[in-house]
């Protein structure tokens, strides 16, 4: 027997960057998916790489209401639903913090890693096609340090020597990401469920990278979104053992599908 979906306690948390959104940043095959969770009281929930200044301006552009992770992981905002003030939860280290932990890794690594913030203006746009306020508001680090992704072959090590220094390391599509050790978007999720004394409610999870595992582990319906050309190669375990299901379409398109069948099809 099939059960309305506004009866179940669920929420629908996503990752952003190549999920929600593509790499040109264009998110409008979700928009109506969004519209119909709204109407059936089911949050959306970012919980991505970027910053709270990013997250605020595009919660504003698309009307969501419902709170946020932000910095992989290394804090939560929303607003308390008695006065609307908007609520932190730190769960990391200040970016000051690991700033100088970066560089202390920098050097026993033997090379300068290149953090996102020391980039110039045309760097960032080259890399991340960001322009004009939307640098600015990428550039309002609070819990994490993103860096240019080192040669594949210094993986291993670099995470070793994080880890030695109380941090970890978590790749994206085009940055990698400095936080405190323990910081990940798991982890975001569950002190969220905590704060809001919501500790039964469901996740359904969607992410596309490296850095979404944590989050897709701890869910309970995780879907990976593919890019053009197929899933992250981090995930394809996860998919290829049952664990993590494949959305059947790229970014946003692929999210609003996924979603739409996933919800149209509980079962009590």
Same mark, same amino acid.
Not at 93 to 121: F, V
Not at 167 to 179: D, P
């Given at each position: ?49 970027? =910053? ?6 595009? %919660? ?94 210094? %993986?291993? %090590? ?15 599509? %085009? ?88 919800? =149209?099809?509980?079962?009590?």
């Amino acid at each position: 027997m099939k059960s309305k979906p506004y009866n179940l306690n669920w929420w629908v948390v996503t990752d952003i960057d190549g999920t929600l959104m593509d790499h040109n940043y264009n998110l409008d095959p979700a928009l109506p998916t969004i519209k119909w969770l709204k109407e059936l009281s089911i949050p959306v929930i970012p919980c991505t790489s970027k =910053t709270a200044s990013e997250v605020r301006d595009l %919660r504003n552009k698309i009307g969501l209401k419902d709170p946020f992770i932000v910095e992989n992981g290394g804090a939560v905002y929303g607003n308390m639903s008695s006065s609307n003030e908007e609520f932190e939860l730190i769960l990391g280290e200040t970016y000051k913090e690991l700033r100088s932990k970066l560089n202390l890794i920098s050097l026993e690594l033997g090379y300068s890693l290149k953090p996102l913030n020391d980039l110039s203006k045309l760097e960032i746009t080259e890399l991340t096609g960001l322009k004009g306020k939307a640098i600015e508001l990428a550039l309002d680090r609070q819990w994490s340090v993103p860096f240019l992704n080192p040669p594949d072959s210094d %993986r291993t %090590r670099l995470g070793e020597i994080a880890l030695s220094f109380g941090t970890t390391i978590y790749q994206g599509n %085009r940055m990698s990401h400095l936080l405190a050790r323990g910081s990940h978007k798991g982890k975001a999720v569950v002190s969220l469920k905590k704060f809001l004394n919501q500790p039964d409610v469901k996740i359904i999870a969607l992410g596309d990278s490296q850095n979404d595992l944590p989050l897709l582990e701890m869910a309970d319906m995780p879907i990976v979104v593919p890019g053009k050309d197929g899933p992250n190669s981090f995930l394809r375990k996860g998919i290829s053992s049952g664990k993590f299901a494949l959305a059947p379409a790229p970014h946003s398109e692929g999210w609003s599908l996924a979603i739409r069948d996933l919800i =149209t099809n509980f079962d009590e």
